[in-house]
């Protein structure tokens, strides 16, 4: 499994205080109870009162799960909502990953914008000028204005990488946006 799938995957919630204890009824304890003559009609009907008192302690417990999830009691819908959020928890199936997430997290990206456009109109420039590769337009570009886009010399191959892998993306991106929305749809769908 990749990085980004576990981190993906979330964790059952870690349930404390009532919700945490089991709810214990002895069966045994409770047949023993009974007189040594009982019939299978007295234990059955002492074994079915058992279950009905755990029953009314689960129902009991169910204010504390609505309250654990953060779901109105007098919601219409609470039982609905409460069984998807223990669904989500527990059943891999149901949980929703949303990509794209606007959550974004580490440095903001630099080459968004306007610096990214001007990357791209400068590297088509000087491709039509020399009738060469981006690599080779990159590399000129740093020559001509390294106070811009850096200069040429050690670590040159790693730097001209970079700013060959962000023309790429931010062309990619001038592109997309200037697509019609059924164009953009048809992409995505392939790209699936």
């Given amino acids: 499994m990749s990085k980004r799938a576990t981190k993906l995957l979330r964790v059952a919630p870690q349930f404390?205080?009532?919700l945490a204890e089991p709810i214990m009824e002895d069966l045994l304890m409770v047949i023993a109870a009974l007189p040594d003559d009982s019939s299978d009609a007295e234990i059955e009907t002492a074994v079915d009162a058992?279950?009905?008192r755990a029953r009314r302690r689960q129902l009991a417990?169910?204010?504390k799960l609505l309250a654990f999830y953060k779901i109105d009691p007098k919601h219409s819908a609470r039982w609905l909502l409460l069984s998807l959020k223990l669904a989500a928890d527990f059943v891999p199936g149901m949980k929703i990953h949303f990509l794209g997430n606007p959550r974004k997290r580490g440095?903001?990206?630099?080459?968004q914008g306007k610096r990214a456009a001007e990357l791209v109109q400068a590297v088509e420039r000087i491709k039509?000028?020399?009738q060469k590769g981006v690599a080779d337009a990159v590399r000129i570009l740093q020559i001509r204005q390294p106070d811009v886009w850096g200069s040429p010399g050690r670590?040159?191959?790693?730097n001209v990488a970079s700013l060959v892998a962000r023309y790429y993306e931010a062309s990619a991106k001038i592109r997309a946006q200037s697509l019609p929305a059924s164009e953009k749809r048809e992409l995505l769908r392939k790209r699936d």
Avoid: M, Q
């Fill in 61 to 63: 417990k169910l204010g």
């Fill in 107 to 111: 440095r903001p990206p630099k080459w």
């Fill in 50 to 52: 058992a279950i009905r």
């Fill in 128 to 130: 039509a000028e020399r």
């Fill in 155 to 158: 670590g040159e191959k790693k």
């Fill in 16 to 18: 404390a205080g009532e």
